[in-house]
């Protein structure tokens, strides 16, 4: 079957840095997403990789690597609104997103 | 000037009515899709139509019908709901199937509708 794995919580202290890791089995890849959700509100995409690699954008950088099926968001000098769930999302052969249940990012002052 | 609009935001109902939940995109997005997402927060898709045309369609009940009137609108009816019903349901769009081909597929999320089946 298909998988997404990411830990369930995360606890991170302001001006910090904290990575959140995703590991994937899927049918098939195209690329892996990551969205940011607050509580009560929609997903809203973050980043996008289908080579390996990082790509950095701003305080949050995606790193991917194909041949072990992992990512992770990396997220720095943290502010308070950066609390929210973060979703692991990989597009498989059919073009489907497969979703992650999410990583609640908990910042503390 | 929202993007991708939901209504109602919450709605709460009883057991075995009948309801509907509009969606609509101003994006010019060719894509739309219908998400539920339960109290432990997994997305799962139920429903894809690219320009009025299903081409995802999840294990998912058949009181439960998407109507896709032009490719800007993709709202979802529900019979006789359950209990089961009740999570958030997000409808989301994205540019469609060149994009998706080349596995890039953006998708842009409305706001929820939180539906409570009491």
């Known amino acids: 079957g298909q998988n997404i794995d990411q830990p369930t919580e995360m606890t991170a202290t302001e001006g910090a840095i904290v990575q959140i890791n995703c590991t994937y089995q899927t049918s098939g890849f195209n690329g892996l997403f990551w969205y940011q959700q607050h509580a009560g509100e929609a997903p809203t995409f973050l980043s996008y990789?289908?080579l390996d690699g990082l790509e950095e954008k701003g305080r949050f950088s995606s790193f991917l690597s194909r041949s072990k099926g992992y990512s992770y968001l990396l997220l720095k000098e943290l502010q308070m609104k950066d609390s929210a769930s973060y979703l692991c999302a990989v597009m498989d052969s059919n073009y489907q997103l497969i979703w992650g249940a999410g990583t609640k990012l908990i910042i503390k002052p | 000037d929202t993007a991708v609009s939901q209504t109602p935001k919450y709605l709460v109902t009883q057991m075995g009515n009948d309801k509907s939940i509009k969606c609509e995109q101003n994006?010019?997005?060719?894509?739309m899709y219908w998400y539920k997402q339960d109290s432990k927060k997994f997305l799962k898709i139920m429903f894809s139509?690219?320009?009025?045309?299903?081409?995802i369609n999840e294990t998912v009940p058949n009181r439960f019908s998407p109507k896709s009137p032009d490719k800007a609108h993709l709202n979802l009816h529900i019979n006789s709901l359950e209990l089961g019903d009740s999570a958030v349901y997000f409808c989301?769009?994205?540019?469609?199937?060149?994009?998706?081909?080349?596995?890039?597929?953006?998708?842009?999320f409305g706001p929820g509708t939180r539906l409570t089946v009491l």
């Open positions: 989301a769009s994205s540019q469609g199937v060149r994009e998706v081909l080349i596995g890039s597929d953006t998708q842009y």
């Open positions: 994006l010019g997005h060719d894509t």
């Open positions: 990789n289908v």
């Open positions: 139509y690219n320009n009025k045309e299903l081409i």
